[in-house]
């Protein structure tokens, strides 16, 4: 008991310190800007990615010895 009023630090009273640190530190920096969405261009994200001739591909399948096509 005196040697916790000496002015050590236990790991859990460090770990308090810290916690109360990133609190408050969270709410006392306000958001800078609102988050806002990009807008969705529909004829992009419905195109197909994928190509069966791509290098990538061809690599892939190569690589992990799949039965040639």
């Given at each position: 008991m005196k040697d916790y009023?000496?002015?050590t630090?236990?790991?859990r009273d460090l770990f308090r310190?810290?916690?109360a640190g990133t609190g408050l530190a969270l709410i006392?920096?306000?958001l800078s800007k609102?988050?806002?969405a990009h807008?969705?261009?529909l004829k992009n994200k419905r195109r197909s990615r994928y190509q069966g001739?791509?290098?990538e591909v061809r690599n892939f399948y190569r690589v992990n010895?799949?039965?040639d096509r």
């Open positions: 009023l000496k002015g630090i236990i790991r310190y810290a916690l006392g920096s306000p609102e988050a806002l807008p969705v261009d001739d791509s290098p010895s799949y039965p």
